[in-house]
């Protein structure tokens, strides 16, 4: 059950709501975010929530029997909607592209791919500068000094800049100079980071976990928000499966049941979703064509002389042939 709570709410008001709440028998947790006040509550025994909707304070209140409570769309009426400024925004209905290298590699890079960016009319730029690694002796990325020039770069031209975060002590360095912070597969779990993400105020994507499950994916979200952050994007980006001819599966039915379950927006990443250059344009047209509210793509001048994942990044001419068809294919999309 879930209980909006009126911004204005006094504190004794919120203590007889929390009263009447343990008195049927259920457990109470208190969530403020960016944009309201909630309780979380769990238990089992059947009441009339008249008893506790028509109390002083209360705005709304709703059943939800998912184990993900306020990432479930069972409660919220309005999709959510993450504006990042600028006329920039990822929404329900609409067509977010991200795109840019696997990692920042230098500031001569950045700018060449800005310009292919602004050619292009696409205004979110990816690029790691902290990267996880098979292999320890793979490059890591650039770290800070990198994230601020590429944050420079793209402030001046526009662009707005998500790159992923991987602990907790590189949450509050790396804020004034992100507009996303994007969790990996391999921290869709990493909990100690997710609660800490939730104490933030900016928009966090989640990868969804190499072997993780939709649920699983939806409660690492549940997990940024208990903590006060509403502002969230999942992503499908494959899972690791038996099947050994691609990177990963790219579990397209994942995006059409996402939007069932829940009211955040939900992108594709086909670039690690398939893992083969050739076949990143396929799997983008597909995944806009199953609903998807956008895309995360991987692009280099030259994908051969990436520092990483260059097998499964698009150069600058397949980029901008394909942004022409996931257009195409999001305007016949809109009109079914």
């Keep these: 059950m879930i209980i909006q709570l009126s911004t ?8 007889l709501i929390l009263s009447r709440i343990q008195e049927i028998g259920y457990k109470a947790t208190e969530v403020s975010t960016q944009i309201g006040g909630y309780l979380v509550c769990i238990g089992k025994k059947d ?9 002083k304070g209360v705005v709304d209140i709703h059943r939800v029997s998912d184990d993900y409570k306020l990432v479930s769309r069972k409660w919220k009426v309005n999709p959510t909607k993450i504006d990042l400024g600028d006329g920039v925004e990822i929404s329900e209905g609409g067509l ?7 990692s920042i590699e230098s500031e001569e890079q950045i700018e060449k791919t800005v310009r292919q960016l ?3 009319d696409v205004r979110i730029m990816r690029g790691g500068v902290y990267k996880p690694r098979s292999s320890p ?4 990325g ?3 000094d990198g994230l601020k020039s590429f944050y420079r770069i793209c402030k001046e031209n526009g662009i707005k800049v998500i790159t992923e975060v991987m602990q907790v002590s590189q949450v509050d360095p790396m804020h004034d100079y992100v507009d996303i912070y994007q969790v990996g597969a391999r921290n869709s779990q990493n909990f100690n980071l997710l609660d800490a993400l939730g104490k933030v105020d900016k928009p966090v994507l989640i990868k969804r976990g190499l072997s993780g499950t939709i649920d699983e994916l939806l409660q690492s979200a549940e997990y940024v928000f208990s903590n006060g952050n509403e502002k969230l994007i999942l992503c499908e980006r494959g899972i690791r499966t038996y099947e050994k001819a691609y990177r990963n599966t790219l579990d397209l039915n994942a995006v059409p049941i996402l939007k069932e379950k ?3 927006p939900v992108i594709v990443d086909p670039s690690h979703g398939i893992g083969i250059r050739k076949f990143v344009e396929p799997m983008a047209l597909a ?10 793509l991987e692009m280099h001048e030259t994908p051969e002389k990436a520092f990483s994942d260059g097998q499964q990044t698009l150069d600058f001419n397949e980029f901008e042939q394909m942004i022409s068809k996931v257009r195409k294919a999001f305007e016949l999309h809109k009109n079914f």
């Design 118 to 120: 602004l050619a292009n």
């Design 137 to 140: 002796y793979s490059f890591r």
């Design 47 to 55: 009441f009339d929530i008249r008893s506790v909707g028509n109390l």
């Design 287 to 296: 995944g806009i064509m199953c609903g998807a509210d956008g895309l995360i």
């Design 262 to 264: 829940s009211h955040l």
């Design 96 to 102: 977010a592209i991200m795109a840019g290298p696997c």
């Design 8 to 15: 204005d709410i006094d504190k004794g008001s919120l203590e």
């Design 142 to 144: 650039l770290g800070m």
